[in-house]
């Protein structure tokens, strides 16, 4: 499918740069970079909302087992009274 696509001169010049590097046509970079940006997004549930500094947030999702096991230590260590403490 054809289409026209306005895009700023700073950036297409940038873009035609990058796809001459890379030894491919324009078409096949533009193309190929769509494509990443779309395939990105779906992996990641669809269109995001938030803002992108945001993405960053989600991927400490997983660390919520470790802040448990930290906070543990912590308080087990707070817990403890040092012997120059006590007098």
């Known amino acids: 499918m054809k289409t026209t696509l306005d895009i700023p001169d700073d950036i297409f010049r940038k873009v035609k740069a990058r796809a001459a590097l890379r030894g491919v046509s324009l078409r096949q970079f533009?193309?190929?970079a769509?494509?990443?940006k779309v395939?990105?997004?779906s992996s990641l549930g669809g269109c995001r909302t938030e803002p992108p500094w945001m993405r960053g947030f989600g991927a400490l999702a997983d660390l919520k087992q470790e802040n448990r096991a930290v906070e543990k230590k912590i308080t087990e260590?707070?817990?403890t009274v040092d012997a120059e403490d006590r007098a």
């Open 34 to 36: 769509v494509r990443d």
């Open 30 to 32: 533009v193309t190929e």
């Open 77 to 79: 260590a707070c817990e």
């Open 39 to 41: 395939e990105s997004e």
